[in-house]
């Protein structure tokens, strides 16, 4: 396991009630999985589940989380959607 950072932006901060969280994991997915457990409010669910997310400034997309691996320092960011253009 890795000692990771996820930084929540906009509505995912809110929902979070934090800036960030620091955690253990060794992918995107138990890092996620992580961060649910320690929100369990459905409203930082709703966020989190439609938020793009970065891995050390880098689009996830549509890539899988389980295969993505989080190493000692990786910053993981959620991007909530924005209104705008």
């Not at 809110?14 to 459905?42: I, M, Y």
């Not at 589940?49 to 997309?61: H, K, N, T, W």
């Not at 960011?77 to 924005?82: D, T």
Request: proline share 5%; hydrophobic share 40%; aromatic share 4%.
């Amino acid at each position: 396991m890795a000692k990771c950072t996820i930084r929540y932006w906009a509505s995912a901060k809110d929902a979070a009630g934090t800036a960030e969280d620091t955690l253990d994991a060794d992918t995107l997915q138990n890092a996620l999985e992580s961060a649910r457990r320690l929100h369990p409010d459905d409203r930082f669910q709703r966020v989190l589940g439609a938020s793009s997310i970065l891995v050390d400034e880098r689009p996830v997309g549509k890539r899988a989380h389980g295969e993505l691996t989080v190493t000692e320092g990786t910053v993981i960011e959620v991007l909530p959607p924005f209104a705008g253009g």
